[in-house]
């Protein structure tokens, strides 16, 4: 990528944010109903995006050849564990890192 | 006015300040391992000011251009963003220009404070709106240059820091799953994501997995709504 290309990318995922942030301001500004897909999509798209979001991390690890994705399995049940059990956000995120991190330095 | 306004809105963002500081040095610090000077994440977390966005685009940045699965990765992770502005229509009007930054600024954590904080009555609220916003933004353009410029300094192994936009997720994951009556979306965004990876492989599964995400919501709006409604 060209340094002209990276500019323009930063630039397109700022205007694509400052879409969805300006875009009810300037459609209900009138305080109008919103149409009822779009408060059901709002409601549904997150957990899609989310979940889409995670596999999109994982993109890159292979299952098939050394380390199996093992890292990343255990990583991501460390987090999830500790989540269910604590739900205290930085802990878990913190915790699954640190394990990761030792993980791919120094067992895998 | 706008001293007390500062010192009523700066207890509630003392949460998002620890909170960004570890992100945001954790996001500094994955620019720098991914070979971006302190200029990228100071450019991203001006511009875009959107935490799983930004980590999203260290990623484009490292791969090939891509501008039109940019803009609909921007709009698709961004999409609930539209959902803080409907709730915040009312609270935002009338506040004149600051209206404008209040909007630009207005991230997950930020939104989370202003719609539900307490505002005392003699605070006013446009500035308090105002440097609640200001400050969190702070907080992360400061972590995000920070662990960029220190990413080059300390002499720490940090090779697999970039978990942590993985581990964010997941989080944010479980965040919402938890608040889900039914997970029908969450399995529907894991199961496409995985099938769609398979098939058209990593550099290319994002934009058929979005489309077919927002198919199958809309073919499946019964069932989903369905299990909202109940309580």
């Known amino acids: ?108 | 006015m706008k001293i007390k306004a500062l010192k009523a809105a700066f207890p509630h963002t003392i949460p998002i300040l620890t909170a960004f500081a570890f992100l945001g040095m954790a996001y500094g610090l994955y620019t720098r391992v991914s070979g971006l000077g302190f200029v990228y994440p100071l450019m991203m977390s001006t511009a875009i000011f959107g935490g799983s966005l930004e980590f999203v685009t260290v990623t484009m940045l490292l791969s090939p251009f891509a501008p039109v699965q940019a803009l609909l990765m921007a709009l698709l992770i961004q999409a609930r963003h539209m959902f803080y502005g409907i709730a915040m229509l009312d609270r935002y009007r009338g506040m004149g220009l600051k209206k404008y930054y209040l909007i630009f600024a207005m991230c997950d954590e930020t939104f989370s404070i202003n719609c539900t904080a307490d505002i005392p009555e003699d605070v006013d609220r446009g500035w308090f709106y105002f440097f609640v916003s200001l400050l969190n933004q702070s907080y992360w353009v400061i972590s995000a240059v920070t662990g960029n410029l220190l990413g080059g300094f300390i002499d720490l192994n940090i090779q697999g820091i970039d978990f942590v936009m993985t581990a964010m997720f997941v989080v944010i994951f479980l965040n919402q799953w938890f608040k889900e009556k039914r997970h029908l979306s969450s399995w529907i965004g894991l199961a496409v994501s995985v099938l769609c990876l398979i098939v058209f492989g990593p550099d290319s599964f994002l934009i058929p997995a979005m489309v077919c995400i927002i198919a199958l919501l809309t073919f499946l709006r019964k069932p989903i709504e369905g299990g909202e409604d109940k309580v």
Request: charged share 10%; aromatic share 14%; net charge positive.
């Open chain 1, 1 to 108: 990528m060209t340094l002209f290309q990276q500019i323009l990318t930063i630039a397109i995922c700022a205007i694509g944010t400052m879409t969805t942030r300006f875009l009810p301001f300037i459609v209900f500004f009138r305080g109008e109903e919103t149409p009822k897909y779009i408060q059901y999509l709002g409601k549904a798209l997150p957990g899609a995006i989310f979940g889409m979001l995670i596999v999109y991390c994982l993109k890159n690890v292979s299952v098939l050849t050394y380390s199996y994705g093992l890292p990343e399995l255990i990583g991501i049940a460390v987090t999830a564990v500790l989540h269910i059990w604590k739900r205290k956000t930085l802990l878990s995120i913190a915790a699954g890192t640190a394990v990761y991190m030792l993980l791919i330095q120094f067992v895998f």
